[in-house]
């Protein structure tokens, strides 16, 4: 048992390098009995970031569901859609990673959201948050490849969300206007 709870606070403690610039909870405060470890995978496939990094969801077992303006104002804050997309760096993979274990991490529970497109592509990552006023809301942060692109990139994604449906999204700076459509969904899996 306490060579458990010293993996977990070491695991914790490296999930910390991610960042948050607003945590309600440290990584040092955050106890071994105060988070769980999920590797989202499908058919026993583990999702990678560009890295080649196992993706790592960090859940804050005392984090609550937010309410709609919790969440957007801590997307506000959040500056996980800063980081510019690199397909060798940081991918949308690791863009939903970072989100989720910041939300977490600040206090509020939030989902890792893998999506398939009908066209066979490489398919998507994305998050959720199940809003205790609004439901299950979903949400993309994904950054831009070019450096001088929009201040922000945080994204509601368009309802309704499910297979055969349109990804499309709603971008925060953009007075809710849609964003081209990534695709028509096959499948998607949520990961809490």
């Keep these: 048992m306490i060579l458990l709870s010293l993996v977990l606070m070491f695991v914790l403690h490296y999930a910390g390098s991610l960042g948050a610039s ?17 590797h989202p995978s499908i058919h026993g496939y583990s999702y990678y970031g560009a890295s080649g990094h196992q993706i790592r969801l960090v859940n ?26 690199n397909n060798s760096n940081f991918i949308c993979g690791d ?3 970072q989100l989720h274990n910041n939300a977490e991490r600040a206090g509020y529970k939030c989902a890792f959201v ?26 993309d942060c994904t950054g831009s490849t070019d450096p001088s692109s929009a201040p922000t990139w945080d994204s509601i994604v368009a309802q309704p969300f499910g297979i055969g449906e349109p990804y ?25």
């Design 22 to 38: 607003n945590s309600k909870i440290s990584d040092s405060q955050m106890s071994a009995q105060q988070a769980a470890i999920v």
């Design 60 to 85: 804050n077992l005392s984090a609550i569901n937010p309410t709609y303006k919790q969440m957007v104002d801590f997307l506000k804050t959040d500056q996980t859609d800063k980081i510019h997309y």
């Design 95 to 97: 863009f939903a990673e």
């Design 114 to 139: 893998s999506v398939y497109f009908f066209d066979g592509g490489y398919g998507h990552a994305c998050n959720a948050f199940n809003t205790a006023d609004k439901g299950l809301v979903y949400v």
């Design 168 to 192: 499309r999204t709603v971008r925060f700076d953009l007075c809710y206007s849609f964003c081209s459509s990534m695709g028509v969904i096959k499948n998607y899996r949520i990961y809490w």
